[in-house]
């Protein structure tokens, strides 16, 4: 019972930080219809960034410090490349963010060292706290709770304010919301940041419970975009229940039958691609113009 | 101006030509090869790197001919790679420890990768772009689990080492391909003897894979493959299967690059996991692009210019991956044709590349859900073509609804209505593009609600379209000759060594369609370069040349100047003697002169039909339609 | 939307590049009579970067050394060296190229078992000497043994004999909890241990296989917290070893439990920082103690801090006697033929860092002590955080190497 327990909340902690990636993911895709395959970099920008200052200036800043690397990191692979690739095919997309990837992750190696690094979790934050039956790690627990707020914060970004409902808009017709005057090429920039100062706050955040190392990009890639998959392409909710979806289903076939885990979650991806390629929350149908 | 119909004895001449340029082209290529390990030797290189570059290109050709030739990324080849070697390896080390045969153990792998293309194919090729991509994606990383997992077969992460050395047998002969050309010093070009048998096999395997490619391109086979990139929805209303070509395309691609990975097996003398994984995958994709997609032989050129760099670079610093991922991401950016591409300065006019295509704007993705249906069959009544209770809602829009309609063979029915009517909704129903939502569709007695556009074509209902849809790269004569070429092989035909020009009647209904809507005379003009007018014509002609007995022409006189529409419109009329014709228009002066009937839609129902005199003084269709203006104004068009 | 780069400007870029490329240097192609090749395969990019860097760190020490006396038998020594990315895919293609271009007579470094056996197998299809580095699993001189390869370093039976022997011994039977991981090295590991604590009366609770390269241990954690054990012995290495050290802090284990690995090196253990306090695990170097016994490890040491301004980890040490045993043997067979020196090797004791060692003929495993340490806090690591640890026991080879009854070498009979 115990391990059922525990084994539902590792799949949520790395359910969460799925959701965080695939958040950004979506988003990006939904309104610049951009795939791109360079976002687990920000996340490894973000765990390196967060683990250089904090060794430094401590846990704190280093959390505070990663996410505005990473916008800023965003905004300029955005101007100086990724701009022009927009209204390009998604092959092309993919093989240039691709490419974007590989040299993050040989950079970082360069001036990192391939081995894991452990980032410095402060005293307080260590331990155990006893629920019920089970003792959790504290800090995983602060994790979850950190990463639920930052989805609600995004969630109403996208809502309550201006640059949101462009962005919203801007997902169901672009030239539209162009001719109706609204600004979104500087909503797309702050969309594109956006997406990856989450995957750069939640890179730094993880880290204590995951290390740091090169390669973490896109390891946490792939499944990211299997979850945005499941989820549906475009689709912010479809990220959150995807993800948790994708994180609880590791976890839980880690528990019965391990050697299967990383199987099932790409028979996941394949399945709903054959049977429901929208996504659970996508878009059903494309309307034709008559 | 008519053309006369090819003599045979130009044609004979043709594929002498093309033969000799094959020879050529084989001739060069092996002296090329036999060059290559000399030429490496002074610059850092050594022979065995060049049997290895040989094999992987067998792999990046094939990859070649996904991206470039069918327009399919596939993040994937890996797992084919890999379960080639792993195939051929435990097939050596368990079937024939003792009498280790070569032959056996690449045609066995061979054999398994193209069977699993197959499989993987049939499930994933109805999807496109990114979602075939990442599909591709997720079974090679199941195939990398599963092959990690099993250990009592494939020793897992340690890989299975000490493979025996396989021999050839040739004849009477079991040749070792681990024996060594003689020794001859040549200076800085090495030694002779440093190469071993095992090159010239790999050469000979790669010329046999680049010239298999040559003729598949150019075959019949390739013909339709390439048309489906270029334009798939018009490939799909002219006859083709779409899904069908992928497939075939995807299990040769497949089964060369298993092929590739069991020789790759047998060279090394190991395999292990990493040829699995995602980034042997991603390997495939930075040779090839690199290369460039442009020609056959830029993904061997691409090849062995990162495999030689990571050799020679991974020695002097360890910076060498990063180097080459910047190499890569500048060829995207800078060189969209690739290395070769660039050098040879391939015509702007003629990009055969998926890349320069890739530069321009995308247009609408094809709808990944088509799926064909089985045919039904019901006793009707005389008319050509039957619609009950006909429906098609997107969302809660209900863009056509409860339409019964009717007409009759040899008919020449417009369909009007304001816009937002539903016209052209009605007209895919028809053609087969969407499935209805409630209702059925009657043709010449039978259901085929449910049965795929494509197969409609086969059953005699073309369409033409609204936005011409052509092959813009191609000739005038050529996009009719496509058309012809579905009706004439059918949905799907393998052929792919052979071309299609030795088919007659596929010229001669292409001959006939061009001359029907007078495009003789632009017979040899790129599709892409006609005028507007021009453009609405050829699509009929495709339509045409499917040998329709219905026929949908959705607003073929739109844009056109008024002396082009009154052309095009007696070009119509005549159609309409021979075959049943469906016109979608907003030209009125054409709609009441040529129609033998008229059929009024609004907002998704039928208003009206009726005779051009009865449909002009119908009262709710003025008020509909024209929102109240008087018979006099419609009259005066 | 950028301009495609005109033909000219790319052909010249091009030909910059090559300069710039191929300008750097001249290649070792079969080299003329005068040098003798060494191929260094090492892990330079990859997990096990920071260990490759290091072994390329000795060798260059050693080489250099080798030559300021003159060279091996009067040739001066040049080495050929590759990144093998710690793929045996990749591993096996260096050491071919190393062979077939540039001549190299002896092959050695690496990091891991699986590139081993790959090389391993390939040197012995070329008869040229493996001098093995850091290669801890038994299959590379036991199972998949073969007449070229050498290994010197200590392999997991020992290892797991030394480190079961001290913990009895210091901290009692008890109940241990495993987690392993689930490849080769991994199932030896746990077999070599329960084998020698379960007779004495300690209790396995329960052996969690998880995959190679899990980066969430947290379910195989949970369960070891919930089972209360004493010793919680964690077979992984390198970046799984650092991951799982961390994350059983997060769970309080390393305070409520014994936790053991079965092998460390100073990268890990700096990876772990304060997590690997009071961790018990085997290393067959360690400069710190080493240095204070042996005047061969002195000297080793001290050149090395001299050199590069920090300690060499225990796969360094490993790399620089591979360099000068291969020089004492070639020197007593008076010969680089590969035959000959696989007789010396075989025959010979040697001393250069440790007390006097030899390699077994049976199975080229290398008879040396293996040390057991225990971390220290960093705060106690010293500039560097090299001084990660306090010997607790140093077992003799003789002592826990594999008894001879139980391999499963088959070795070709000649080279």
Known sequence: MEALIEALLNGLVQGLIYVAIAVGLTIVFGTLRLVNFAHGAFYAVGAYTGLVVAQHYGFVTGLIAAPIAVAFFAVVLDRVVLRYFYDKTPTA??????????????????????????????????????????????????????????????????????????????????????????????ASTIVFALGAAVAGLVGAAASPIYSIDPGTGFEFLVPSFVV??????????????????????????????????????????????????????????????? | MTTAPVPAQTAGAARRSLIASDLRFVLLAALGLALFPLLLHPIGGYAGLATQILIVSVASIAFNLLLGYAGMLSYGQAMFYGAGGYVAAILLLRAMPQHPNLWLAVLGATLVTAIMALLVGAVTVRLYGIYFALLTLAFAQMVFFIVEQAKDWTNGDDGLQSIPNALLPLGPWNVDLEQALPNIDLGIFGNLGDIKLWYVFAALVLIAALLFTRLLTRSQFGEVLTAIRENEERSVMVGFSAPLYRLAAFGIAGALTGLAGALRACYDGTVAVESLSIERSGQFVVYTVVGGVQTLVSPVVGTALIMYLENVLSGRTTAWRLIEGLIFVAVIVFLPRGVLGTLLKQREKNPRSIFVRALRPRTEEPDPLLKPGPEGHRAGPMSIIETFKLGKLFGHFAANNDIDFRVDPGELRAVIGPNGAGKTTFFNLLSGTIAPTTGSINYKGRDVSRVSGTSRVHLGIAKAFQTASLYPDQTVRQNCRLAALARVQGPFALQVLRRSTRLDDVDALAERAMDRLELTGVAEVRAGDLSHGDKKRLDIAIALATQPQILLLDEPVAGMSKDEARKTESLIRKLSTEMTVLVIEHDMEMVMGISDSITVLHQGTVLATGTPAEIRDNQSVQEAYLGGHTEAELASG | MKQALSRGRFVAGTAGAAALTFGGGPYVMAAPAKELVIGLNIPQTGPYSDQGTDQKRAYDLAIDQVNSKGGIMGMKVVSSVGDDQTKADVARDNAQRMIERDGAVMITGGSSTGTALAVSALCQSKHTIFMATLTHGDETTNQNCHKVTFRRYNDAYMSAQSMAKTMLSKYGTGRWFFITADY???????DNITSIIEPKGGKTIKNVLLKLGTTDFSAALAEAQAAKPDVLCIIEFGKDMTNCVNQSAQFGLTKSAKIMV?????????????????????APFYWKYHASKYAGAKAFVDAFTARYGFPPSNGAECAYVDIMVYKKAVEAAGSTDAAKVVDKLENMRFQFTKEEEWYRKEDHQGVNSCLVVEGVPTAQRG?????????????????????????????????
């Open chain 3, 262 to 282: 079965p092998l460390v090196d100073e990268y890990m253990a700096k990876g772990a920082g304060d997590n690997f306090d009071n961790v018990v695990s085997t």
């Open chain 1, 228 to 290: 945005v998959v499941v989820g549906g392409l475009g689709s912010f909710w479809g990220a959150v229940l995807g993800g948790l979806l994708i994180g609880e289903l590791y976890s839980l076939t880690t528990l019965v039958y391990a050697p299967a885990a990383n199987v099932i979650i790409y028979v996941c991806m394949a399945l709903v691609l054959l049977f429901r390629p929208q996504g659970l929350l996508g878009e059903s149908e494309v309307i034709r113009q008559s």
């Open chain 3, 383 to 415: 500039a560097g955080g090299f001084e990660y640890a306090r010997v607790l026991e140093v077992h003799p080879g003789p002592s826990c190497v594999q008894p001879l009854a139980g391999l499963s070498c088959k070795m070709e009979a000649t080279v």
């Open chain 1, 93 to 186: 997309q993919i093989l240039v963010t691709f490419g974007i990837a590989l040299v993050v992750e040989e950079t970082l190696r360069l001036i990192f060292g391939g081995t894991t690094q452990q980032y410095p979790t402060p005293g307080f934050l260590q331990g155990a706290v006893q629920l019920g039956p089970i003792a959790y790690p504290a800090y995983r627990l602060l994790f979850a709770a950190g990463v639920l707020i930052l989805i609600g914060l995004v969630w109403l970004f996208l809502v309550r304010t201006d640059y949101g409902l462009i962005v919203r808009a801007g997902t169901r017709d672009r030239t539209m919301v162009q001719l109706l005057g609204g600004n979104i090429r500087q």
């Open chain 3, 184 to 190: 080769s090295w991994g199932h030896s590991n746990f």
